[in-house]
């Protein structure tokens, strides 16, 4: 007598597990988590100067300025990005041209740029970060130092392809 | 005529005490290091001009010992047209150091929560000056103008306590909630006292 694998059991009870587990999380659908696009900030452009040069490091150093960049949708690292860092520290207003320098994002994504310490202006100690370069939408970002006393800030890129 | 009710010395001394404290110690600002002459002043500016909203109620009210009403009213002008400059030198100062910012702030789109107290309180300020000035030549009726001048008078106080107290700026906390609470205490005492709200039967 052959055996037969799918009888009404069989299929009553995988339906069942599949329905428990899609209702309960354990299934993942692989576009699940969808990165939505950053934001321009309000006032994130303020005192932007294009064009900002790749650096070693802005001026002597000494605040850490880093942060991820990654593609709306699927999120995936976005390695070669560049960013431009520009803000009021111990060396120079934001407008000034020695100010600003720019950054490469690494294979994981991740950008990190050596800058003079942030200064609070204009009544906040800020940050402000530009992507604009063709491959994806232009974001530009003005996060706060949540102390003025702090000496790295963090600030994160979700762009859209242009 | 009000007698005051503390000692003369004490109420001058207490004035002073109040606007040297804070100016003093923002003089000593480690922030000053970084900035140039021009940020310097019109920062400064705004610390002066919250010493004067202290000085202006004081003036209207009577509490100053040994000024005469007429005395204290030209010197309650004086220091009005002084607080008119220190908000020009103050918004002046800052549109040099960062144009795109005080655009920001007078067009009400600053990322800054407090840009928007302080605009209202310039505008209010500007208005109390130029109903000042056409006063007269309007022939403006009096309880008409006690209103709008009390009415100004709240907001450029609430404004700029506001604005002043959510700046991370020159100014040390303590000395500035300080001159803030005094400056709202003489503002509501007087604007109490008056009653502009009151139509007087004549």
């Known amino acids: 007598m052959p055996k037969t694998f799918i009888t009404r059991r069989t299929v009553l009870a995988a339906t069942g597990a599949v329905l428990v587990s899609a209702t309960s999380g354990l299934i993942t659908p692989a576009q699940a988590q969808t990165w939505v696009p950053t934001k321009t900030m309000r006032g994130g452009a303020n005192n932007y100067i294009p064009g900002a040069q790749v650096v070693e490091r802005i001026g002597g150093g000494g605040f850490i300025m880093s942060g991820t960049v990654r593609r709306a949708g699927d999120g995936a690292p976005l390695a070669g990005q560049r960013i431009q ?51 994806f939408e232009t974001v530009f970002l003005r996060p706060l130092l949540s102390s003025p006393s702090d000496t790295t800030l963090s600030a994160d890129f979700v762009l859209q392809p242009a | ?97 960062s144009p795109p910012d005080v655009i920001d702030a007078l067009l009400f789109v600053s990322p800054t929560p407090f840009a928007a107290w302080g605009v209202v309180a310039m505008w209010a300020i500007f208005a109390s000056a130029l109903i000042v000035v056409l006063r007269r030549r309007l022939a403006v009726p009096v309880h008409i103008w006690r209103r709008a001048h009390s009415v100004l008078a709240v907001t450029i106080v609430v404004g700029s306590v506001v604005h002043a107290a959510l700046i991370l700026g020159t100014m040390e906390p303590w000395s500035k909630y300080l001159l803030s609470a005094l400056v709202v205490i003489a503002t509501g005492k007087v604007i109490y006292d008056r009653r502009a709200w009151v139509r007087r039967i004549r």
């Open chain 1, 85 to 135: 860092v520009w803000a009021h520290t111990t060396e120079g207003y934001e407008s000034d041209p020695e100010s600003h320098g720019a950054t490469l994002t690494d294979e994981n994504g991740v950008y990190r740029l050596d800058m003079p310490q942030i200064v609070p202006a204009f009544g906040q100690a800020h940050a402000h970060l530009a992507y604009d370069d063709d491959a």
């Open chain 2, 1 to 97: 005529m009000r007698r005051a009710a503390l000692p003369g010395w004490l109420v001058w001394g207490g004035l002073a005490f109040a606007i040297a404290v804070p100016l003093i110690a923002a003089l000593f600002s480690p922030q000053l290091a970084w900035r140039g002459p021009v940020y310097t002043v019109a920062g400064f500016s705004g610390v002066v001009g919250l010493a004067l909203l202290l000085i202006q109620p004081l003036l209207a009210g009577g509490f100053l010992p040994g000024l005469s009403v007429a005395r204290a009213r030209v010197l309650h002008r004086i220091s009005g047209a002084a607080l008119v400059l220190c908000v020009v030198l103050h918004v002046a100062g800052l549109w040099i150091t």
